[in-house]
């Protein structure tokens, strides 16, 4: 247990890593209180004597700020400024923003879903996860342009703006047309088209969407994402499943894996194609299983990944494990230049059962080995 106020130390041995460049830092969501406020992290490596800080100041709550437990944080080689003590205000000021929402004209487009946006600077700043909502009027209507007045932090020049929503309610899917945002505090305006679904039935199934601002230099991105469920007894799953991918320039968000068809069946490979931030080139992958529906287990055996912005290149996450309540929901993949299946060592495995009255077993047995380079999984 992590206590608030205290610092704690683990000792981590790890394959040698070189300059650290970032960490991912996150939690499962588990126990009694999951919700965790981290300062920050200081990792030294005890060969070089390097002593490396991670800033953070941030929750990792699902119902606080921009409700991410997982975050992706930058080394620096000078420690961070200490945080405001209690009670006194945060460094960054507070700004008027006026945030115009316009629903689509189009069938269905309305949504009784609660809607909210983050606005994210260029210095890598964000304000965290802003409730759109005007009490007692009908928001999100077909047609409607809603308009909303808020206060946040002032993350200076506007990079990108993350739009989603919770999806409830009896009718939540929604089309967006745009969002508008004005800094009423400098004048500085922005528009973020967007023009199609957010909805867990429609388009690419998405119900989070980052937006740039008009004029930028973004160019559209999308990701093929292959998925190969592992072809042994129960390896199908109906659970949801969801990925985050990082790369050089930061981390997609978490991107749902859906299509009209019955996927994660046993032996399947199936693809989806979504439109998400290109994240330059990609480090690792979080996979994540919500553990829903009859048969939830999910053998995952690997994933593939191509992106729009250089389609000549083709990543692997290897995975070869169980995604369930026993062996863990979430799993962090490293990225492969190639498939890394046909060099995978082959261990030989010897059990030796007791010679004595019942000790034998009809259940099936598993077996997961730890070394530093990671698990081998079940």
């Known amino acids: 247990m992590l206590n608030a106020g205290t610092t704690d130390e683990f000792q981590v041995p790890c394959r040698t890593l070189g300059t650290l460049q970032e960490l991912v830092l996150g939690h499962d969501n588990t126990g009694l209180n999951a919700n965790w406020h981290c300062e ?6 005890l060969a070089t004597k390097t002593t490396y800080w991670f800033a953070c100041n941030k929750w990792f709550d699902l119902a606080k700020e921009d409700g991410r437990i997982e975050r992706v944080l930058k080394a620096s080689l000078t420690p961070p400024p200490p945080p405001p003590a209690p009670g006194v205000a945060p460094a960054r000021p507070t700004v008027p923003y006026q945030i115009t929402v316009m629903t689509s004209n189009v069938s269905g487009a309305g949504t009784d879903a609660n809607v909210f946006v983050v606005l994210y ?5 964000d304000t965290g996860r802003i409730k759109l ?19 946040a932090a002032d993350v200076g020049l506007l990079r990108k703006l993350r739009v989603g929503h919770d999806n409830s309610g009896a009718g939540p899917a929604w089309h967006l047309a745009y969002v508008e945002v004005l800094n009423k505090a400098t004048g500085a305006h922005y528009v973020f088209k967007c023009n199609r679904w957010l909805s867990e039935k429609d388009d690419d199934f998405q119900i989070e969407r980052d937006l740039f601002p008009q004029g930028s230099n973004v160019v559209e991105n999308v990701y093929t994402i292959a998925v190969t469920t592992s072809d042994i007894s129960g390896a199908g799953t109906d659970a ?14 978490r991107l749902k894996l859906d299509n009209p068809k019955n996927n ?3 032996g399947d490979t199936d693809v989806f194609n979504i439109t998400a931030e290109d994240v330059g080139p990609l480090r690792s992958m979080k996979v994540s299983s919500d553990d829903k529906g009859l048969g939830s287990a999910w053998h995952l055996d690997i994933v593939t990944v191509v992106s729009s912005a250089k389609p000549s ?4 996450f290897y995975c070869g494990q169980w995604l369930s309540q026993e062996h863990g929901l979430d799993k962090t993949l ?22 004595i009255s019942g000790a034998g077993t009809d259940a099936q047995v598993f077996i997961n080995l730890f070394g530093v380079k990671g698990e081998s999984g079940p």
């Not at 600077?121 to 700043?125: P, R, T």
């Not at 949801?240 to 968000?253: D, Q, R, S």
């Open 40 to 45: 920050l992290v200081s990792i030294t490596d």
């Open 121 to 125: 600077g260029e210095d890598g700043s």
């Open 133 to 151: 909502d005007n009490p007692g009027r009908n928001d999100f209507e077909k047609g409607q342009k809603d308009v909303f007045e808020v206060v």
């Open 240 to 253: 949801n499943i969801t990925v985050i991918l990082y790369g050089e320039k930061g981390e997609t968000g």
């Open 264 to 266: 994660f069946e046993r």
């Open 313 to 316: 290149v083709k990543y692997w």
């Open 334 to 355: 490293r990225a492969e230049l190639s498939d890394p299946r046909p060099n995978l060592p082959t261990y030989t495995i010897t059990t030796h059962t007791s010679d």
